[in-house]
């Protein structure tokens, strides 16, 4: 058997499925690319992934290659199905999925747009300006609805698990890009309390010790 590959690059939304990957415990062969160098749109790459993004789980005994988080994490958790990285029974599988869902769509539509404001609007400064701030106060928006339901959980998970799944590491990520963004985020203290129990799972600490490893 050909490991699977985890196809990624530091400092990205492939962290996000690097620390999946870690908390589930799937023994993946991971290769960080660069995407300063251009190394995710090489062809070789684009055979592998021709969308041309990371992260991808390239499955070379199947013959297929893995895109889109919410499909990676699930695959992930049915390749380690007692690791907990998402619940076993369908109704707890599909609220993971729609939490997944959700900050996948939150991500691009919202966090991607206020990082994207400037290039998306290049010839256009003000709009470009209104475009990041509208972004930036739905991002507020998406943090503050994920504290909310935070609040009403048991053990301050978005599944009331006792451990950390696949939905908190995402959420966790969303929190990490809005330090990114410079929004304040100190009013959202479960999310914020989340973020820390992700970041402590000794996993997840090693396999975001090794991004920082590597740049
Ligand atoms: N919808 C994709 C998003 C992937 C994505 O946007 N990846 C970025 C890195 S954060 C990328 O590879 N960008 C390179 C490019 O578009 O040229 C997913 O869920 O994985």
């Known amino acids: 058997m050909t490991k699977p590959i985890l196809w990624t690059s530091t400092r990205t939304s492939g962290t996000i499925v690097h620390q999946m ?19 995710h749109k090489t062809p070789d790459y684009l055979a592998i992934n021709p969308k041309g993004e990371v992260a991808a789980i390239q499955i070379p005994d199947a013959g297929v290659t893995i895109t889109e988080i ?3 994490a699930l695959w992930l958790a049915e390749a380690a199905p007692d690791s907990g990285l998402l619940p076993r029974d369908a109704i707890g599988r599909a609220k993971g999925m729609e939490w997944l869902c959700w900050c996948h769509f939150r991500m691009a539509n919202t966090f991607y ?18 475009l990041r701030s509208a972004a930036m106060a739905r991002a507020g928006d998406a943090l503050a609805f994920v504290d909310a ?9 978005l599944l009331g698990t006792s451990q ?13 890009l809005a330090d990114f963004l410079k929004l304040p985020t100190d009013r959202f203290t479960h999310l914020k309390a989340l973020g820390a129990k992700v970041a402590a799972v000794p996993a997840i600490a090693a396999a975001l010790a090794r991004e920082e490893e590597i740049g």
């Open 21 to 39: 990957a870690a908390a589930a415990g799937v023994d993946l062969d991971i290769r960080f690319i660069s995407l300063r160098k251009g190394e």
């Open 70 to 72: 919410p499909a990676m």
């Open 113 to 130: 747009v206020a990082f994207q404001a400037d290039g998306l609007l290049a010839d256009d400064a003000a709009a470009a300006a209104k």
């Open 149 to 157: 339901a935070l609040a009403r959980q048991p053990n301050g998970t």
């Open 164 to 176: 950390v799944t696949a939905p908190d590491i995402f959420a966790s990520a969303l929190l990490f």
